[in-house]
């Protein structure tokens, strides 16, 4: 015999499934705008990146979503203990998702000034990049999706390769700019597009501490291998 608690129950756990959905495909969409925003880097088409840029504009729609499933949630379920983390923890990684589609973005109207002037060589790593970026995205969602910390908590320590490349390519860049000051122009707008890339690894690395959180109810407590260099006293400098 089904009691009204186990419809509340039932009722509850739907809605719950429901925003865990929205989360993973607001998350795939970030993913594939950064994806987007590579390939007319690429393609030096001004016109697709443009479309890339207000795309964002439905990422930022299924946040605000999101927001008022979780408002409704706590307002209708007052859920308690594991089950308000949950809660919680879908609002925290829905912002963190909305910062990726930003900086998505970001790369894609950095693209347009790029676009007009002369293509230059390290433009192809940007891809390498973005590559380890939305690779770290949907394994952290998929770890979110199965509710699996152990997974989101492997992708976090895996965002040292996207430091170790983005430090990397940072210093390939300044390279170019100390050779010839002709390339400075587009090599400072790579060198936007690629920390834009490099806070993506960042903001996924959030999803997985509060995927980690969610799960066991404590904050993931380990040092985080960062092999971001680019602050380093001893990075060679322009004109050094």
């Given at each position: 015999?089904?009691?009204?608690?186990?419809?509340?129950?039932?009722?509850?756990?739907?809605?719950?499934?429901?925003?865990?959905?929205?989360?993973?495909?607001?998350?795939?969409?970030?993913?594939?705008?950064?994806?987007?925003?590579?390939?007319?880097?690429?393609?030096?088409?001004?016109?697709?990146?443009?479309?890339?840029?207000?795309?964002?504009?439905?990422?930022?729609?299924?946040?605000?979503e999101?927001?008022?499933?979780?408002?409704?949630?706590?307002?209708?379920?007052?859920?308690?203990?594991?089950?308000?983390?949950?809660v919680?923890?879908?609002?925290?990684?829905?912002?963190?998702?909305?910062?990726?589609?930003?900086?998505?973005?970001?790369?894609?109207?950095?693209?347009?000034?790029?676009?007009?002037?002369?293509?230059?060589?390290?433009?192809?790593?940007?891809?390498?990049?973005?590559?380890?970026?939305?690779?770290?995205?949907?394994?952290?969602?998929?770890a979110?999706?199965?509710?699996?910390?152990?997974?989101?908590?492997?992708?976090?320590?895996?965002?040292?390769?996207?430091?170790?490349?983005?430090?990397?390519?940072?210093?390939?860049?300044?390279?170019?700019?100390?050779?010839?000051?002709?390339?400075?122009?587009?090599?400072?707008?790579?060198?936007?597009?690629?920390?834009n890339?490099?806070?993506i690894?960042?903001?996924?690395?959030?999803?997985?501490?509060?995927?980690?959180?969610?799960?066991?109810?404590?904050?993931?407590?380990?040092q985080?291998?960062?092999?971001?260099?680019?602050?380093?006293?001893?990075?060679?400098?322009?004109?050094?």
């Amino acid at each position: 015999m089904t009691t009204s608690k186990d419809h509340i129950i039932k009722s509850y756990d739907s809605e719950l499934a429901r925003l865990t959905g929205e989360i993973v495909r607001m998350g795939e969409l970030a993913a594939a705008q950064l994806e987007a925003a590579i390939d007319v880097v690429e393609r030096r088409d001004d016109r697709a990146a443009n479309r890339v840029v207000a795309n964002d504009d439905a990422i930022d729609t299924l946040e605000q979503e999101i927001g008022h499933d979780v408002i409704r949630l706590l307002a209708l379920r007052a859920p308690m203990a594991g089950d308000l983390r949950n809660v919680f923890t879908a609002l925290r990684i829905a912002s963190d998702i909305e910062r990726i589609g930003d900086y998505a973005a970001n790369v894609a109207k950095r693209s347009i000034p790029l676009s007009m002037v002369a293509p230059i060589a390290p433009t192809r790593g940007l891809g390498l990049l973005a590559k380890l970026a939305a690779a770290e995205v949907r394994d952290v969602l998929s770890a979110y999706a199965r509710q699996d910390a152990e997974q989101g908590y492997q992708v976090w320590k895996r965002d040292a390769e996207l430091d170790e490349a983005y430090t990397g390519y940072f210093r390939q860049l300044l390279t170019y700019m100390m050779e010839d000051p002709r390339n400075i122009t587009p090599c400072t707008h790579l060198l936007f597009m690629a920390k834009n890339i490099e806070r993506i690894g960042d903001h996924a690395t959030n999803i997985a501490e509060n995927l980690w959180y969610q799960v066991y109810g404590e904050p993931l407590d380990k040092q985080r291998d960062k092999r971001d260099l680019t602050s380093n006293p001893e990075m060679p400098r322009l004109g050094g």
